[in-house]
């Protein structure tokens, strides 16, 4: 008998990706070998495993592929050297053990086993080492916390492939300075854009995000680069993480726009969605992001946080979960986790994947105030405070950070003066700085000098004439009897944005009061509040543990 057909008929149909019928084929011919030994080479036998294996890979049966990969390689470390390949005209060449050995690397990827991953990887030697192989033990390093092999790595790649420009990302990211990054990548090109756009992650990553922001904005106005999806997204990370939610929203809107498919930072799109009440923007873009792949962590925490902004907490740890499984090292799905386990009152459990998550991005201010937010939810106020500090050295002195640090401070009357000067040096920095702003309003009422707050709120509106300012300002108006300058300032505010519902409430509140109701009993029932609502003027809702 003659095997040479056969085996060229299942290298063709494993050629034109006939996975199954290849499967089937090569599950009876490996029978075959075994009771025929003379029928397949043991190169042929090799081959056969390889198919078999690659069909359980495709139907996602990792485990067994694995094992199955393992039985040809140890096949194919006993076949001499000289009979290691094997040809057809028009067909692939044989199989290598570099082959067999990527593959197993693969299927450990996927079974969540880094460190057979790695051990598999580097049992192929630097001389055989392909750039593939390099940029994935890159990876395996750096996700393993080595970064000074993770380094070595990725400066090979980028030494072979100038134009990996990923790698030069990753590079930054490990502490690299963007000037060295740009001397390895030492090509002659056109591409004017290239070393700012290398510039601009370095500034970002180096945590001077407002200088970030302006590079980003500069690449993005480039003729060449207008409209470019990914620079847009990094545009808007910069300017999330420089406190400017609103131009984040406005940027991540426009990459939607250019490309509705995209999933990459769209979980930070969905959070910001959430955290600005745009609920129905928010349940369009996750059910158009799980229609694209439900095997990506970004579609099941936009699906968590439209569940959380409906006050379901409990399905959206469950969706969490479900992206954390995809990823563990998912920043945006930890967080999400642990905010909504704060919600149902599991605060302990909570601290757990807040910690992770500040762990694994720890340049991210917003893993340090949720964690800051469990503590004090907690009334662990020194761990609060501890943590708050931290921020200070990871992030730099930002308003944000001293914000934070002004509100973990925060544990009673005792702390008002260091608070308030904590926020006025966040002012000094950012006079628009809305939280410090809040804060400082708060311990004025507090302390019932109102009319501090009120000049506070004046300066405030004359940069920034927002609906909830305006709303604040006429609830100080109230505490001083100012009645028709309140009235002035609910309207205002109403006109800004008409489903203020603060507004409506203290309009209706002053009514009220006009027909004849008693301003004073009133005020100790619903402007003042009792002790357990002491965080809020009427009808504002004041900095609470999830405020941040």
């Known amino acids: 008998m003659n095997s040479g057909p056969v085996m060229e008929q299942l290298r063709k149909m494993h050629m034109l990706g006939l996975y199954t019928s290849t499967e089937l084929l090569s599950s009876l011919m490996i029978t075959m070998a075994k009771n025929c030994h003379d029928f397949f080479t043991m190169v042929n036998q090799c081959e056969m495993l390889m198919y078999n294996a690659d069909f359980l890979f495709e139907n996602k049966e990792y485990q067994k592929a694995e094992a199955v990969y393992h039985k040809a390689l140890q096949l194919f470390k006993s076949i001499p050297k000289g009979k290691q390949k094997h040809t057809v005209l028009g067909l692939p060449q044989g199989i290598s053990d570099i082959d067999i050995k990527f593959k197993i690397h693969k299927c450990c990827i996927l079974l969540n086993n880094d460190s057979d991953a790695l051990s598999i990887l580097e049992s192929i030697s630097q001389k055989q080492r392909s750039m593939k192989v390099s940029l994935c033990l890159a990876k395996l390093y750096q996700k393993l916390n080595l970064e000074k092999q993770a380094v070595a790595c990725y400066k090979e790649v980028l030494r072979n492939c100038p134009l990996a420009?990923?790698?030069?990302?990753?590079?930054?990211?490990l502490g690299e300075h963007p000037n060295v990054v740009i001397s390895i990548m030492n090509i002659n090109?056109?591409?004017?854009?290239?070393?700012p756009f290398i510039k601009a992650h370095g500034l970002r990553l180096n945590k001077d995000l407002n200088k970030s922001v302006v590079a980003f904005e500069g690449l993005t106005r480039r003729v060449s680069l207008n409209g470019n999806v990914d620079l847009l997204c990094s545009l808007a990370s910069s300017c999330y993480h420089a406190g400017n939610t609103s131009a984040a929203l406005q940027h991540f809107k426009s990459a939607v726009f250019q490309n509705p498919y995209r999933l990459k930072d769209m979980d930070l799109y969905a959070y910001l969605l959430s955290e600005d009440d745009q609920n129905e923007e928010l349940e369009k873009l996750a059910l158009k992001m799980i229609s694209v792949s439900q095997h990506h962590p970004e579609p099941w925490v936009?699906?968590?946080?439209?569940?959380?902004?409906?006050?379901?907490?409990?399905?959206?740890?469950?969706?969490?979960?479900?992206a954390t499984d995809l990823n563990s090292k998912c920043v945006q799905a930890l967080l999400l986790k642990g905010v909504s386990l704060c919600k149902s009152g599991e605060v302990r459990t909570a601290v757990t994947y807040l910690r992770h998550a500040m762990l694994t991005a720890p340049n991210r201010l917003d893993c340090y105030a949720e964690l800051v937010n469990a503590h004090k939810q907690d009334q662990r106020n020194n761990e609060a405070l501890n943590v708050a500090k931290s921020a200070l050295d990871a992030v730099g002195c930002t308003p944000d950070a001293i914000v934070l640090w002004?509100?973990?401070?925060?544990?009673?009357?005792?702390?008002?003066?260091?608070?308030?000067?904590?926020?006025?040096?966040?002012?000094?920095?950012?006079?628009d700085h809305r939280r410090a702003i809040e804060i400082r309003c708060m311990i004025a009422d507090k302390q019932k000098k109102y009319d501090d707050a009120i000049k506070v709120l004046l300066d405030a509106i004359q940069r920034n004439g927002s609906s909830i300012y305006h709303t604040m300002l006429a609830d100080f108006f109230v505490r001083i009897s100012k009645f028709s300058d309140a009235v002035e300032h609910y309207n205002i505010s109403l006109s800004i944005n008409p489903n203020s519902a603060e507004a409506k409430a203290g309009l209706d509140k002053i009514e009220s009061l006009e027909q004849g109701d008693t301003f004073e009993g009133d005020q100790d029932e619903e402007f003042v509040?009792?002790?357990?609502?002491?965080?809020?003027?009427t009808g504002v809702p004041w900095p609470h543990d999830d405020w941040f």
Request: hydrophobic residues 40%; glycine residues 4%.
């Open 165 to 173: 420009l990923d790698c030069a990302i990753e590079l930054l990211q």
């Open 189 to 195: 090109c056109s591409l004017d854009w290239l070393v």
């Open 302 to 322: 936009a699906l968590g946080y439209h569940a959380k902004s409906k006050g379901d907490f409990t399905k959206a740890m469950y969706l969490a979960t479900r």
């Open 406 to 431: 002004a509100w973990a401070s925060l544990f009673d009357s005792s702390s008002h003066d260091q608070v308030i000067r904590l926020v006025e040096r966040a002012l000094s920095i950012n006079p």
């Open 529 to 537: 509040g009792n002790d357990q609502e002491e965080n809020r003027i």
